[in-house]
């Protein structure tokens, strides 16, 4: 039983109401373990670890997304934007988020233990504002072929790696 949702909502949203939709769980005060993968073909076995895994805690508010890909986002070749996955039927977010952080090992772990579970039915790909812990290597994964072409130009703008507090490619100068 996951209890009553706080949210139920199946409806056509815009752009920029879609990527302020974390803001305020995702505030400064509050930790969280939340991560991301692409779906490319359904598992039964994926619903079955999702719900399996979830557990309400006291003091920990848990998120589930699940988002359907295709449309507009479909028509653009991989290789015209940094972007790939394109192609993936879903993306799909789980994560906890809290204030206390004396609970912070414990909750992380059971981030870690949950999405182990699940990726075995996920593409080896992330939409790349859902990292977490991935090294570079997964970085690198993710961005498929168009990897090579994003670290010239990593090499050529940002060096020094100012800009590294996100899905971060190092440079390799």
């Not at 939340?34 to 779906?39: A, D, F």
């Not at 972007?83 to 977010?93: C, P, Q």
Request: net charge negative; glycine share 8%; aromatic share 14%.
């Amino acid at each position: 039983n996951f209890g009553k949702p706080l949210s139920d909502d199946v409806s056509k949203k815009d752009f920029i109401e879609h990527q302020q939709v974390a803001d305020k769980r995702n505030a400064h005060y509050r930790n969280y373990y939340v991560k991301g993968r692409h779906i490319d073909e359904y598992n039964p076995k994926l619903t079955e670890n999702l719900m399996d895994g979830w557990m309400g805690v006291e003091g920990r508010f848990d998120t589930m997304r699940v988002v359907r890909f295709g449309g507009a986002i479909a028509e653009v070749a991989e290789h015209e934007t940094a972007w790939v996955g394109r192609n993936a039927k879903w993306d799909i977010e789980v994560g906890g988020h809290w204030s206390n952080r004396e609970k912070n090992e414990e909750y992380t772990q059971w981030g870690r233990d949950y999405w182990k579970n699940l990726t075995p039915y996920c593409a080896e790909r992330i939409y790349i504002n859902e990292l977490m812990d991935e090294d570079q290597d997964f970085v690198a994964t993710s961005y498929g072929q168009n990897y090579g072409r994003l670290v010239e130009i990593k090499n050529k703008y940002d060096p020094k790696n100012l800009f590294r507090l996100n899905g971060n490619i190092k440079p390799s100068i």
